[in-house]
Nanobody, 119 residues
Framework: QVQLVESGGGLVQAGGSLRLSCAAS????????MGWLRQAPGKEREFVGEISEYGGITYYADSVKGRFTISRDNAKNTVYLQMNSLKPEDTAVYYCAARVSGAGRFGSWGQGTQVTVSS
């Protein structure tokens, strides 16, 4: 099983940018579809987006489309979430997750990193 550790969260003003990183270990990153999900206080965890094993295909939630970009560097075993034009409603704990292609659910999760967007 792959181990995941997120970093890069913090406090930012509305309209600002942050880049989250997810470092993987234990397994080759290119074996996995990688995703980002988030959970705001009092809300269910929601899908943000995902990227295919070699980065050729990405999907995003409508709420972040055009503002967030997922990328990956398999040589560095790292996945990124670039977040631009941040809004207060983006405030959440952001999780990196991995799944095997064809699997319906993410099987490995990081511990999460807090992103807070002030108005």
């Amino acid at each position: 099983q792959v181990q995941l550790v997120e970093s890069g969260g913090g406090l930012v003003q509305a309209g600002g940018s942050l880049r989250l990183s997810c470092a993987a270990s234990g397994r080759t990153l290119s074996s996995y579809v990688m995703g980002w999900l988030r959970q705001a206080p009092g809300k269910e965890r929601e899908f943000v987006g995902e990227i295919s094993e070699y980065g050729g295909i990405t999907y995003y939630a409508d709420s972040v489309k055009g503002r967030f970009t997922i990328s990956r560097d398999n040589a560095k075993n790292t996945v990124y979430l670039q977040m631009n034009s941040l809004k207060p409603e983006d405030t959440a704990v952001y999780y990196c997750a991995a799944r095997v292609s064809g699997a319906g659910r993410f099987g490995s999760w990081g511990q999460g990193t807090q992103v807070t967007v002030s108005s």
